[in-house]
């Protein structure tokens, strides 16, 4: 699917998006990397993807458990 949009970080649940910033940052904590409530784009490349990673592995987790009928974690 083609988009001229050049950010492709759009939420595209905006009811969401709270909650993904919220986990950013829970996350980013969890690994003891700093962020602003605004603007990180000082972030390494590194610690960006790390906290990126770290999310998709938590949200894999939570949609395996909803699957598997287990809602706890």
């Known amino acids: 699917m083609a988009n001229n949009n050049s950010n492709n970080n759009q939420i595209n649940v905006p009811e969401a998006r709270q909650a993904m910033y919220d986990m950013?940052?829970?996350?980013?904590n969890e690994l003891g990397i700093s962020l602003n409530d605004g603007y990180n784009g000082n972030l390494s490349s590194k610690d960006a993807g790390h906290i990126g990673g770290n999310m998709v592995k938590k949200m894999i987790e939570a949609q395996e458990r909803q699957m598997s009928?287990?809602?706890r974690g």
Not at 24 to 28: L, P, R, T
């Open 24 to 28: 950013k940052h829970e996350v980013a």
């Open 69 to 71: 009928g287990n809602a």
